[in-house]
């Protein structure tokens, strides 16, 4: 115990270096007055920078135990002052002070340290003020607001309002009237709060004051507020205000006209859609989207049909996430869609019915209600759509409810949508329909829908309706055809007798491809026949019958069979030898399949003349069921095959796909010039898209080869299998296969990237493993080539990200955003020369790009391809124009390759935007409907003539 006299000393001498010491001075002090205890402050303020920190620490919780010992309103003024010049561990400790000490009088001076230029300060009078703050402090920084230049705004309202509620509203009006934009901003998202105040009236006459704010974002931000608040003038108060305003206020107004479904805003925004520009095109759209609903459905269906490709992605985008978050009626969008006359809106309504799964199996019951109540041109539609959705439900309801329609119309749309669903479970419908069915066209199309679906057991049904049904023979044939039923050649022969020249023609066709022989005198009795063409049909079949003996053709059991079969292939031309069990040999030559002449093959013909070109471990993997990959080279030929040997429902089949003994080079291949400056690329990953066959490992082994011509590197490739072998020319290329030299695409990238490699050439990113890797390799320093099954830039991109995790995605976006190089896609498509050409989409990774990629905004990618031709970049549907314009390829298959058939249609200067001349027709079914929706019993003479 010492004197209150040495209070001061004894307090400037002690040492606090621990809490217990400090402690023991608060208990051992006697009792003190307020004014003596302040007499320390000056001490602490005086010793802090001395001391250690804990030292210090322990001093101030000293003073603090003093000061709540003899608490007084003495000590508020030399606390609030010690405030301003304290350290934060002072402050820390006054701040939790000074409320016990409270003195009303001096909140004026309280009130100054909000106007302090330290934020520190600010905050730590602020924090006080949460506690103390009162009517007198509200009165005085309401007037301090008002002031230009007064800081502590913020502080203010963040310090008063939580326990001031109305009474608050004061500084809230202060602070917009005298502000800066961010302090407005946060008054009015204040005022937005409804747990902060009682009557809204006052708080509306508040925020109103923003409304003529001159700073976009605090008037957007009051159109925002006032619109939570649901002003009842807030039309009258901002539509007029809007006008010739920033993009952000915009975008506010029309989030809130949406969140107000009526006539008013629907006309607001149908009238900004058309007005535009672009931006507020767009605004408009976003605004829809995040509303949700089916009010503003028809502005989102006006913008799809756009003439800006721009407006119509958005509004796509748009249409597909509100359908797939259960925002609006999936299925009254989807038929509302199939109405329209614009095929990419069209389009667009299958593809929502894809992607939205029919998860609860009640989308599909309600698209087929339209089979009845919608006319001809809306129930082609929903089939699409429906075919696209492939729900399981769909061909119950269609067997259940559909076939026994009393329409014909309604009972052939049925039989249509089973035959494109191809769902093996119809078979039994589907022939009772064409056995019983009284309408010849429905009953004909049920006979087509069984051949489709490829069972064999409809083979004894098809041949009860060629006795049964003559008006179905035409059709039964061709299903007998597609179902490969030999054993109905003697039932087909005797039709070769058949009064309509076009059975007798389509009999001997279904011997030409089915019969050994056996039944070569029918067919020698239409040598004779009326009709020219059965005349001719049958000739050219006696011939095949009268060579097949002689023919010097490969057979099955000769041991140079495979030879002599590709040495063919070669002479021909050809792309791919097929080999399949009970067949034929076969080539496809340009696209097209032809047979070679010879007798079938059976499945172990077929293993004796691969397996002895295959591995130990190959040979293993096909005893297990599994197909097998590897690539063979003729011998004396130099000409290699990429080989594919696999189990089907007939047995071993196997396919020899031609590969180029040489690299050609890009110009040959007929590629842009900007193609070939992606070699040089020192690192990233570059891509090559397309369906099988279009050429991408050609392009990968032009690249290259054009890095081997040109620089000294070190050229890694692996592929499956190897396809070209290329020869050493400056680089230093080392080729792997899968299987022979190792096991996986993930494997070998991994034991690639401890080999130096400067390039990586990847056969085909097609998992997860691989595409890990690839990305990786290419941000590590390598430059990666691969192909990806995919047709445009984005969808590229998007195949990439989404074969990772969810979690994942954010991060892949920005290690593609920073690694991807380019991305070409191409077709091959015919040429009137019967060659072939390509069709190519490029895409360079600008700063654009990246952007994109990095935000998750894909569907924005062909917009920037689309307006950066000045940098070499192209849109497929472009170069389809291009070619088709130049008279290079068909204008058939660059429209069906095109993805805006719309703008296909009118670059080209198509009349009907619906059905192209020489490209699209109106299907078959549709032109056999009389005037009317009548249908006859008896078919019209669709077969050729039966005169000479």
């Known amino acids: 115990m010492f004197q209150r006299s040495d209070l001061v000393r004894v307090f400037r001498n002690a040492t606090f270096a621990t809490v217990a010491e400090a402690q023991a001075f608060v208990e051992q002090a006697p009792e003190c007055s307020a004014a003596e205890v302040a007499k320390l402050v000056p001490v602490v303020l005086e010793l802090g920078a001395k001391s250690t920190p804990q030292a210090h620490r322990n001093r101030c919780e000293a003073f603090a135990g003093m000061a709540r010992k003899c608490a007084g309103p003495e000590l508020f003024v030399p606390c609030l002052r010690a405030l301003k010049v304290g350290d934060s561990t002072l402050t820390s400790t006054l701040v939790a002070l000074l409320p016990v000490v409270n003195d009303v009088g001096a909140h004026g001076e309280l009130c100054d340290l909000l106007a302090s230029a330290e934020p520190t300060v600010r905050a730590a009078g602020a924090e006080v003020l949460k506690h103390v703050g009162g009517r007198t402090a509200l009165e005085i920084l309401t007037k301090r607001a008002m002031e230009p230049s007064f800081p502590g705004r913020l502080d203010a309202m963040n310090a008063l309002l939580g326990r001031a509620g109305q009474h608050g509203l004061p500084l809230v009006a202060a602070v917009i009237r005298a502000g800066r934009p961010l302090e407005k901003i946060q008054a009015l998202r204040i005022l937005a709060d409804p747990n902060r105040f009682r009557d809204r009236e006052p708080v509306v006459q508040v925020a109103s004051l923003a409304a003529e704010d001159r700073d976009d974002l605090v008037l957007a931000q009051a159109i925002t507020t006032l619109g939570q608040l649901d002003a009842e003038k807030f039309w009258s108060l901002f539509e007029l205000r809007v006008e010739g305003r920033g993009a952000e206020v915009l975008r506010a107004f029309l989030v809130q006209a949406v969140r107000r479904p009526g006539p008013t805003s629907a006309a607001y925004l149908r009238d900004r859609f058309r007005e535009g520009p672009k931006a507020a095109r767009l605004l408009v759209i976003e605004a829809i989207e995040s509303a949700g609903g089916d009010a503003f459905f028809p502005d989102l269906v006006e913008a799809l049909s756009h003439r800006d490709v721009g407006i119509r992605t958005r509004a796509a985008h748009a249409l597909t996430q509100l359908s797939q978050s259960d925002k609006i009626d999936a299925a009254r969008a989807i038929v509302w869609l199939l109405r329209g006359r614009d095929v990419n809106v069209r389009r667009l309504a ?151 020249a076009d059975v007798r023609e389509s009999a001997i066709k279904f011997l030409d491809e089915l019969d050994d022989g056996t039944h070569a005198l029918w067919v020698k009795g239409c040598e004779n026949d009326t009709s020219a063409l059965v005349r001719g049909a049958a000739a050219k079949l006696l011939k095949r019958y009268d060579l097949q003996s002689e023919a010097e053709a490969a057979t099955p059991n000769d041991p140079r069979s495979l030879e002599l079969l590709l040495t063919q292939t070669i002479g021909r031309k050809a792309d791919d030898l097929f080999l399949m069990a009970g067949r034929q040999a076969f080539i496809k030559r340009l696209g097209r399949v032809e047979p070679l002449a010879g007798a079938p093959y059976s499945a172990r013909q077929i293993r004796a003349l691969v397996e002895v070109h295959l591995t130990e471990a190959q040979r293993g993997e096909l005893a297990k069921g599994r197909e097998v990959d590897f690539s063979y080279e003729l011998p004396g030929s130099g000409v290699r095959f990429r080989v594919n040997v696999f189990d089907q429902v007939r047995g071993l089949s196997a396919v020899f796909r031609t590969v180029k003994n ?42 290259v080869d054009h890095i081997n011509n040109r620089s000294s590197k070190h050229v890694i490739t692996i592929e499956d299998p190897i396809e070209v072998v290329h020869q050493h020319a400056k680089c230093l290329i080392n080729q792997r296969e899968l299987g022979p030299h190792t096991r996986s695409f993930g494997a070998a990238l991994r034991s690639a990237l401890r080999q130096d490699p400067d390039v990586i050439l990847v056969g085909e990113l097609r998992d997860l493993e691989t595409i890990a890797f690839a990305v990786s390799a290419a941000e590590t320093g390598h430059l990666v080539l691969g192909t990806v099954h995919t047709t445009s830039a984005d969808a590229t991109i998007d195949r990439l990200i989404n074969a990772f995790p969810p979690r994942q995605q954010a991060q892949i976006r920005g290690m593609l955003a920073e690694s991807l190089r380019a991305v070409t896609c191409q077709y091959l498509l015919r040429t ?94 549709s032109a056999r409907v009389p005037a009317g929706g009548a249908v006859s019993q008896k078919p019209p003479n669709i077969g050729r003539s039966s005169g000479g």
Request: glycine letters at 6%; a negative charge.
């Open 662 to 703: 040489r690299t050609v080079g890009m110009a040959e291949l007929g590629l842009p010039d900007i193609i070939a400056s992606f070699a040089e690329y020192p690192n990233g990953l570059v891509l090559v898209g397309g369906p099988t066959g279009a050429g991408k490992s050609t392009t990968l082994a032009a690249l």
């Open 350 to 500: 299958a593809e929502i019915a894809t992607r939205i799964q029919d998860r609860d199996g009640q989308l599909a019951p309600r698209l087929l209600k339209s089979l009845r109540d919608e006319d001809w041109w809306v129930r082609e539609r929903v089939l699409d759509a429906l075919v696209e959705m492939n729900a399981p439900v769909i061909t119950k309801h269609l067997v259940k409810d559909y076939l026994a329609d009393s329409s014909p119309v309604v009972r052939r749309f049925a039989v249509s949508a089973l035959m494109r669903i191809a769902d093996p479970r119809a078979l039994g419908a589907l022939v009772r329909v064409a056995q019983q069915d009284e309408d010849w066209f429905v009953a004909e199309l049920a006979v087509e829908a069984v051949g489709r679906l490829g069972d064999s057991r409809a083979t004894a049904y098809l041949v009860d309706l060629l006795a049964k049904r003559p008006e179905l023979r035409l059709v039964a044939i061709d299903a007998l055809s597609r179902l490969k039923a030999g054993e109905a050649c003697p039932d087909v022969a005797e039709l070769l007798q058949d009064t309509e």
């Open 832 to 925: 009137p020369e019967n060659t072939r050409i390509p069709a190519v989409e490029v895409m360079i990774a600008n700063e654009a790009i990246s952007t994109m990629i990095r935000k998750g905004k894909t569907f924005q990618i062909p917009t920037i391809i689309a307006t950066s031709r000045d940098q070499g970049m192209r849109m497929m549907d472009v170069d389809l124009v291009r070619l088709a314009k130049a008279g290079k390829v068909d204008v058939d298959e660059a429209y069906a390759k095109s993805v805006d058939k719309r703008a296909f249609e009118a670059a080209l200067g198509l009349a009907n935007p619906d059905a192209p001349q020489n490209s699209i027709h109106p299907p078959a079914q």
